[in-house]
Every structure is written in structure tokens, then in C-alpha cells.
């Protein structure tokens, strides 16, 4: 078996983050733009019936997180989930999987950071739209290159003002739904409602709403430099992801029932909307704002995972060591280039360049699902009983369940009019290409093992 974890002292990040800072990259992660705003598309596609979409989605959510805590805690030292991969299911497999990892959240960068210049235009109206996001970016990047200290000391502040905006919503909307003449009328149509979306909108509201989860890997990646024994970050791993499904699937329900009040003008999201009860001259004021930070939060978190993968994957001799440098205990030089990385995915997305939108949406959509697969798949591959590192019989049931379930979103992305010929065009060559990559480069690792010995 491969060693979990670099075998040189100076080659591991040191472990300076606390169990609280943990949790909240976990929730800046997930709680993202579109649960913020309420303006989350699944509901509009399959209308109340969405919400059973969204239990489904943060059940995977919790096999996910739950899978993966048993896959990067088993040994003597917190692991990357990567890294993980790597030893239950072979080199070329760590490869693939860090690969996929760092075109997901580098394409989710370029495309999510895209969001910020419309909400601060107001507050810079001489500035063009990529200067703005550039220079957020740019910030973000000198936060991560800094250190996991300052990163999760903003992760943390971005992600404590997000829950309790959203709190502070969800209690606005029980106020709102509880004002209601009729409340027994209105739980009743909004339940009868819900068999009314067919099988297919229902799946394909599933799939949407379990892609929003693309991020909770960052979890793996921040735990590795926490200080705490592996049973406790496994143990506080598996709470953050219980603690995010109540979360979302709350906020979830209570959009949908609040929208189906009828109170909720189509030209406002549900979120502003509830904002014009706290001050109607200023609510597009404090949207934007909320707006800004839940961009931000994702942002931080997405870069500072896209800069601990290409740091891992030097450290592998997957790519230029210089990129697995360690800078007063930071791999700023892997930072740099998940920022140069990211920026010209948003450059070319900002100016319209061969439809870049599309191609990093379905990289992201496609590159995702294959690293949750890996994971699935190495946990429910891994030794068994009591063997060291091993899993216990109902962490490997909930990793088949996982894979399963992984493997049929993976399939049936092609006949979805919402991926279809967008994923066959771009999102799945870019991984048989990746894949081909890794097994030679994994091939060339071995030959080259073979004849120093």
C-alpha cells in the first residue's frame, strides 16, 4: 500500500487550523448563492416537489462526507481524500482524482466569481466588470497564499454572517408563511402540489440539487491541518455534514412554501424580497451585500482547495516540484497557479470566448461526479474488519449506495436536456483524456521505480 501521507517532515502542511474554523469551511462551502437568494433552480423546475429532491440530494450529501471521514481518518494522520484514493485504489487512480478535483473548482472559480461585479457595481460604477472580479479574486488569492490560518480565519467570518443572514431569512419566512388567513389552506395546496412533478423533472431536480453539495471535499483538504486526533475530525466531519443537510433542506422547504404563498414578486428573488421587511429604500442594498460575501465564502474555499491539489500533486511528482514548495508553512507558489488557473477561466468566461460558460459548467458537472465515484469506490474497496485503516461493514454499505447512486447521475447525463450534448462535447472527453493521462504517467511512475531499484 501507498503511504497516506508524505513521508517527509517538511513536506506536511502544518496543522494550525481549530475544530470551529473546520466546520466553517464545511458551511462556506455548500451555502451558496442560489440557497442564499432563494432563487434556487430546481424549484422552478419541478415546483414544491423539490423539496423531496433536496432530501435526497443532502442524504447524499451525509454518505458523501460520512464515506469520505472513514477514507481520510483511518491512519495514524489525517489524509487528503486523494491522497486516500491513491492508496486503496493505485496511483493512476490519485492521479485521475486529483486532476478531476482541480478542473472542478478551478471551472466553479472562473464561473462563480463572475457573480460579484453585478452586485458591486453599484459601490465601483467606473470599474469594468472583470477588473472587479479580478481584483475579489486577487484578494482571495493573497488571503489563501498567506496562510490556512488567515484562510480560515475569513472562511469563518464570511460563513458566521452567511447562517446567520440566512437564519435570520428563515425566521422572516416563518413570520411570513405564519401571517398567512388560511394556513391550514395553504399547507394543504403546497403538499397536494408535490405529485404533480413527473419522474423525469423529479430526477433531473435531484441531480441539480445534489451538484450544489460540489465543494464539501474541501472538508478532507482543511481537516488534514487541523490539530485534532483523526477520530475527532472524523466525528466533527460527519456533525458539519448532518448540521448542512438540516440546513439546507430547511431553507429549501420553507423558500418553496414561502413562493407558494404568492407573496413573492417574480421580479425579486425570496431573499429580497424578505429584506424589504428590514428596510425597504435599502433592501437591494443588503441583497447585493449578501450576494457579495456568499460569493466570496465559496470563492475562498474553492481556492484553497484548487491550491492544496496542485501542491499534492507536486509532492507526488505529478507536476513541477516548485509547485509543492512550502513558503513559511504555506504552498504559495500552488497557489499562484490555482489563481493564474481560475482568472483566465473567468477572463474568457467574462468575454464570451468560445462558449467557456458551458465548457467549464459541464467540466465542473462531469469532473465532480467522477472524483465522488473515486471516493465511493475506494472506501468501498478498502480492507475490511478490524484491519488497520479498515471500514466498518456500514460505512461500506453507504459507500456502495453512494456509488450507485453517483454512477446512474453519471449515465443518465446525456439524455438530460439540461447536460446532454454539452457533457458528451466537452465535459466527458476532458475526463477520458485526464484518464488516459494518468494511467501512462502512472505506468512511466512504475517503469522508472522499477529500474533505480
Not at 433552480?41 to 433536496?54: R, T
Not at 480492507?383 to 461493514?393: F, L, M, S, T, V
Request: net charge positive; hydrophobic share 55%.
Amino acid at each position: 500500500m501507498l503511504p497516506l501521507t508524505p513521508s517527509a517532515p517538511e513536506s506536511r502542511l502544518p496543522r494550525v487550523l481549530s475544530l470551529g474554523q473546520l466546520s466553517m469551511v464545511g458551511f462556506g462551502a455548500v451555502i451558496s448563492f442560489g440557497l442564499v437568494s432563494g432563487t434556487v433552480f430546481p424549484l422552478a423546475f419541478s415546483g414544491p416537489a423539490a423539496v423531496w429532491a433536496y432530501l435526497a440530494a443532502v442524504i447524499v450529501l451525509m454518505l458523501l462526507v460520512s464515506c469520505m471521514a472513514a477514507l481520510t481518518m483511518a491512519g495514524p494522520r489525517p489524509s487528503s481524500f486523494s491522497e486516500a484514493v491513491a492508496c486503496r485504489l493505485g496511483r493512476g487512480a490519485g492521479s485521475f482524482t486529483r486532476g478531476a478535483y482541480f478542473l472542478t473548482v478551478t471551472a466553479i472559480i472562473g464561473t462563480e466569481i463572475a457573480f460579484l461585479p453585478s452586485v458591486l457595481r453599484a459601490w465601483m460604477p467606473g470599474l469594468p466588470n472583470w477588473l472587479i472580479g479580478l481584483g475579489g479574486l486577487s484578494l482571495l488569492a493573497l488571503v489563501v497564499g498567506h496562510g490556512a490560518r488567515s484562510f480560515a480565519r475569513v472562511e469563518a467570518a464570511l460563513s458566521v454572517i452567511k447562517i446567520g443572514a440566512l437564519l435570520g431569512l428563515l425566521v422572516m419566512s416563518v413570520r411570513v408563511i405564519g401571517g398567512e388567513a388560511d394556513l391550514a389552506g395553504l399547507s394543504a395546496s403546497w403538499l397536494q402540489s408535490m405529485p404533480l412533478a413527473d419522474a423525469g423533472s423529479l430526477w433531473a431536480s435531484f441531480i441539480l440539487a445534489t451538484l450544489g453539495i460540489v465543494g464539501i471535499e474541501s472538508l478532507s483538504l482543511a481537516a488534514r491541518e487541523t490539530a485534532a486526533e483523526p477520530a475527532v475530525l472524523r466525528a466533527r466531519l460527519v456533525t458539519v455534514s448532518r448540521w448542512l443537510a438540516v440546513l439546507v433542506w430547511v431553507t429549501v422547504a420553507l423558500t418553496s412554501l414561502l413562493i407558494h404563498t404568492g407573496n413573492v414578486s417574480l421580479r425579486l428573488s425570496p431573499a429580497e424580497y424578505l429584506l424589504t421587511f428590514v428596510s425597504v429604500p435599502h433592501a437591494r442594498s443588503l441583497f447585493s451585500v449578501l450576494v457579495a460575501v456568499t460569493v466570496l465564502s465559496v470563492v475562498n474555499s474553492q481556492l484553497f482547495s484548487a491550491a492544496r491539489t496542485l501542491y499534492e500533486a507536486a509532492r507526488a511528482g505529478e507536476l513541477p516540484r516548485r509547485l509543492g514548495r512550502l513558503d513559511a508553512g504555506s504552498p504559495r507558489v500552488a497557489t499562484l497557479a490555482a489563481f493564474l488557473c481560475s482568472a483566465v477561466v473567468f477572463m474568457a468566461a467574462a468575454h464570451d470566448l468560445l462558449d467557456v460558460f458551458r465548457l467549464a459548467t459541464a467540466i465542473a458537472t462531469t469532473g465532480a461526479l467522477a472524483v465522488w465515484a473515486m471516493i465511493f469506490m475506494a472506501t468501498w474497496r478498502g480492507p475490511r474488519g478490524d484491519e488497520a485503516g479498515g471500514c466498518q461493514p456500514l460505512v461500506r454499505g453507504q459507500a456502495l449506495l453512494g456509488l450507485l447512486v453517483t454512477l446512474l447521475m453519471m449515465v443518465s447525463l446525456p439524455f438530460m436536456d439540461f447536460f446532454g450534448p454539452v457533457q458528451w462535447m466537452s465535459g466527458v472527453p476532458v475526463l477520458l483524456v485526464l484518464g488516459v493521462g494518468a494511467a501512462l504517467l502512472a505506468a512511466y511512475r512504475r517503469r522508472k521505480t522499477a529500474v533505480a531499484a
